[in-house]
């Protein structure tokens, strides 16, 4: 499979070589793709979030840390479970 030849360059190494379309349709498919891309980027940093408030539950019931304030005070401002699907759910309604 070959790499874009934009994958790991910098705005600054490719913005004299780059090109936009500029025909309203083009433009509105190459924008379209990319509010689709951000979309699938921002499924993914969700499901990360979400793992990693599992993995942190999960270690705390496998040391037997049970009581609310004490896992909170432990997770310190990390979000639980709930609170994260929560999240999930607000931003996937947006």
């Avoid at 509010?35 to 980027?41: L, S, V």
């Avoid at 401002?77 to 607000?90: D, G, H, P, Q, Y």
Wanted: charged share 30%; proline share 2%; hydrophobic share 35%.
């Amino acid at each position: 499979m070959k790499l874009s030849q934009w994958q790991g360059r910098t705005w600054d190494e490719i913005k004299n070589q780059a090109i936009l379309p500029t025909e309203t349709n083009d433009l509105n498919t190459f924008f379209a793709a990319e509010e689709q891309r951000c979309h699938e980027i921002q499924t993914l940093l969700n499901e990360v979030a979400q793992i990693d408030a599992e993995i942190d539950e999960k270690v705390l019931d496998l040391y037997g840390i049970m009581d609310p304030s004490d896992r909170q005070r432990i997770l310190g401002s990390a979000a639980t479970i709930e609170e994260t699907r929560e999240e999930i759910v607000n931003e996937e309604e947006t």
